[in-house]
């Protein structure tokens, strides 16, 4: 790619001169993280931690929406209603169809950055803190006792995070389901009807 934007190879050379400072090191962390990435992504680390209060989320969504309607239903009625994401995709076709849902949906996006960072800064903490200590364990390094003091508090004030951002996820998707109520009762009723 840097090839093709240069006009002249005065200006290539340049570029290859300033990658002589690289050393192996500096590309073998660049590396290494890169597949700690692609480890992390495709193992889907972040649902150990994340899914659990992604549930409270979706379930304070599913019972919010079937509320007003509960009497309608029995309880076999009623779960089957709930189970898997048909109350869940209701919700979305109302955000994706009413722009003033949608203009709220643009909050809960930026919230929902903040909630899933700080889930990924929980459990990216915890792995540092926890490779730290064993080579404190085995070197026993005043800096990596440190390091390891230091990314368990990080950890943990990251994790109090992750409760916050769910709450203030659940205050924000309360906003959206009140005016969906408000605005789209019949409409709303006429969809979860037809799951039975």
Avoid at 50 to 72: C, G, S, T
Avoid at 99 to 104: G, M, N, P, T, V
Wanted: contains cysteine.
């Amino acid at each position: 790619m840097i090839i093709f934007i240069q006009d002249d190879f005065s200006g290539l050379f340049k570029i290859i001169q300033s990658l002589h400072g690289i050393n192996v090191q500096d590309i073998l962390v660049v590396g290494l993280t890169i597949l700690f990435g692609v480890i992390y992504h495709a193992g889907s680390f972040r649902d150990l931690l994340w899914n659990q209060y992604h549930k409270r989320v979706k379930d304070n969504i599913k019972e919010e929406l079937l509320r007003p309607f509960m009497n309608e239903f029995d309880d076999n009625q009623q779960s089957i209603i709930k189970s898997g994401n048909k109350l869940m995709n209701i919700f979305y076709s109302f955000i994706d169809n009413d722009r003033s849902l949608s203009e709220k949906a643009n909050r809960v996006r930026f919230n929902g950055l903040i909630w899933t960072s700080s889930v990924d800064a929980t459990i990216i903490a915890a792995f540092g803190s926890f490779i730290f200590l064993i080579r404190f364990i085995v070197n026993k390094d005043g800096y990596a006792i440190c390091m390891c003091i230091i990314l368990v508090v990080l950890s943990l004030f990251c994790w109090y995070l992750v409760e916050l951002t769910t709450r203030k996820h659940i205050a924000l998707s309360n906003e959206q389901l009140e005016a969906i109520i408000q605005l789209h009762r019949s409409d709303l009723g006429e969809k979860i009807r037809v799951l039975i």
